[in-house]
């Protein structure tokens, strides 16, 4: 593809590139991510890629499956593009990879991601694709200002039929559009703190 006169490119993260996404991370986020990150991004396949432009890496995106609360939904652990390449499309190039995989997939309840709440850019970046925020969580964040997130949820409509069985034991998760996360639950997990002390 070719975006502002440059090509650009997703590709998988290995081994051989993976110090390219944690120099990339650090620069792009406020919070750092361990070495467990790391290696559960290495397990990930589609779920986590690195954004080229002209060949050089720019952006990255790193995703999970969260299965907690009876739900089924993708977290977007990290999804961040080089301050001057910005505007040029690859945040939206990573994305759209992220939503045709739930796509394909068919039965994701939601995608759902954490921002700090003066993150306009992300804010705006993310309502453009269809997330609203959901919930404010007061003190997500440790030792970064502000320490208050956003919650960004984008509810997926699931294509995936369950069988009778299934619809018999869990009639509100038949295939229709979830509310996801809304509750002021201050003890909702905190999907990031398998990864790091630090922050998030
Ligand atoms: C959020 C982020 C990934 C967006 O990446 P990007 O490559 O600049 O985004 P795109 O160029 O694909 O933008 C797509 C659309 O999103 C919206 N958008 C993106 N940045 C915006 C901004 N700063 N202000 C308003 N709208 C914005 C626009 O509608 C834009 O389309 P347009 O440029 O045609 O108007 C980038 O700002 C970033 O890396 N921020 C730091 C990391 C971060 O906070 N990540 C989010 C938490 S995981």
Request: one cysteine or more; charged letters at 20%.
């Amino acid at each position: 593809m070719t975006l502002g006169g440059g090509r650009t490119a997703l590709g998988e993260v290995t081994t051989h590139n993976i110090k390219q996404l944690k120099k990339l991370n650090s620069v792009v986020f406020p919070v750092s991510y361990n070495d467990k990150f790391y290696k559960d991004v290495l397990q990930a396949g589609e779920l986590a890629r690195l954004a080229y432009y002209n060949d050089v890496v720019v952006g990255g995106v790193c995703c999970r499956i969260d299965l907690s609360e009876g739900q089924r939904r993708l977290y977007i652990m990290t999804l961040g593009c080089l301050a001057p390449y910005r505007r040029l499309g690859i945040g939206r190039l990573m994305l759209d990879h992220v939503l045709q995989y739930v796509e394909k997939d068919g039965s994701f309840d939601s995608i759902f991601l954490h921002v700090q709440v003066n993150n306009e850019s992300a804010i705006s970046f993310y309502q453009k694709f269809g997330f609203s925020i959901v919930e404010t969580k007061p003190a997500y964040y440790k030792r970064i200002e502000p320490a208050d997130a956003h919650v960004l949820l984008r509810a997926e409509q699931k294509t995936l039929r369950k069988t009778n069985e299934e619809q018999v034991n869990h009639p509100t998760v038949n295939g229709t559009m979830s509310n996801g996360p809304t509750t002021n639950n201050s003890n909702h997990h905190n999907p990031h703190q398998h990864y790091n002390g630090r922050a998030k």
